[in-house]
């Protein structure tokens, strides 16, 4: 990866705005769903939790990784992830088990839009 990817102000994962809303938008849903009923603890709570803390975990993995292709591979799993948190709020919400405020469809929407741009940014890197 070297000077390319880790130039300007990047010099740790924490440093990526990708990392830091996908951090915010994980929390959000760790608080969204506190109010599900414990029937969903091991269901769709637990599946919901998993796929948020997958988000920043790829980021930061990929990031920590000092390869180009692998650091793209992770980002892309991390958005793979982002995609299932999105499939598992609008299921939750549709079967009223959260209400899902405009604030954390926000958060989301700006990671998917942040996470797009750094992968975009980094295959030009590659081409």
């Not at 999105?86 to 405020?101: N, P």
Request: charged share 25%; net charge positive; proline share 2%.
């Amino acid at each position: 990866m070297g000077d390319l990817v880790l130039a300007g102000d990047i010099k740790t994962f924490r440093d990526l705005v990708a990392w830091q809303k996908a951090m915010q938008l994980a929390k959000g849903v760790y608080q969204v769903t506190r109010g599900m009923p414990d029937s969903e603890k091991f269901g769709l709570t637990a599946q919901m939790r998993r796929a948020a803390v997958s988000v920043p975990s790829n980021i930061a993995e990929g990031h920590g990784r000092q390869s180009l292709p692998d650091y793209i591979r992770f980002l892309k799993v991390a958005r793979g992830s982002l995609m299932e948190l999105q499939t598992q709020l609008i299921l939750a919400h549709e079967l009223g088990l959260i209400s899902v405020s405009a604030e954390l469809g926000e958060v989301r929407a700006e990671t998917d839009r942040v996470l797009q741009g750094l992968i975009r940014s980094l295959e030009n890197l590659r081409s």
